[in-house]
């Protein structure tokens, strides 16, 4: 599936596309998550790749690549003027 807004990041694919980090590295961030929310690794997979996807877009500009930065700007922009409120 083609992002077309920051807000289509769903899948572990699409964290590895925007962020270019490898499959082992966003397994270990969805495992982190897990550990951190008590998610079960296997169970909870989806809910915890939510949580990934919403830590990724709440630090955009540090996590992903500059291309998706770019393409994404006003929609970061937007989100962290929200944050910032």
């Known amino acids: 599936m083609k992002l077309e807004s920051l807000y289509d990041l769903e899948r572990e694919d699409d964290i590895q596309e925007v962020t270019g980090w490898s499959e082992s ?9 897990c550990h951190e929310h008590g998610y079960h690794a296997d169970d909870d997979r ?3 790749t ?3 996807v919403q ?3 709440d630090d955009a ?3 992903m ?6 393409k994404f700007r006003k929609e970061i922009e937007a989100h962290e003027k929200w ?3």
């Not at 690549?65 to 770019?70: E, N």
């Open 25 to 33: 590295e966003v397994s270990d961030k969805i495992d982190e998550v």
């Open 46 to 48: 989806q809910e915890a």
């Open 50 to 52: 939510e949580v990934a």
């Open 55 to 57: 830590d990724i877009i």
């Open 61 to 63: 500009r540090e996590v």
């Open 65 to 70: 690549l500059p291309k998706y930065v770019k």
């Open 83 to 85: 944050l910032n409120q």
